[in-house]
């Protein structure tokens, strides 16, 4: 199984980014290839650009080792 990648975020409760607003949690994913993956990010960062709270980022999987 190779690399998978995925896309979170939401509404932070201000621009310090340190907690998220409850109910506004985003995920998405798995992707398989980074480049899918950001190019869902830059749709979610871009579709709201109005809002300054509002942030995505893309986190990847460690790679699993054949027999787990």
């Known amino acids: ?3 998978r990648y995925w ?3 939401g509404d932070f409760s201000d621009c310090a980014f340190k907690q998220i607003e409850p ?4 995920v998405h994913g798995p992707y ?3 480049l899918k993956a950001q190019m869902e990010w830059q749709r979610l960062t871009f579709r709201d ?10 986190c ?3 790679e699993r ?3 787990e």
């Open 23 to 26: 109910g506004t949690e985003v």
């Open 32 to 34: 398989s290839e980074r």
């Open 1 to 3: 199984m190779g690399q």
């Open 7 to 9: 896309v979170i975020g």
């Open 60 to 62: 990847s999987e460690p």
């Open 65 to 67: 080792v054949s027999g």
């Open 49 to 58: 650009h109005c809002q300054a709270t509002t942030r995505y980022t893309i």
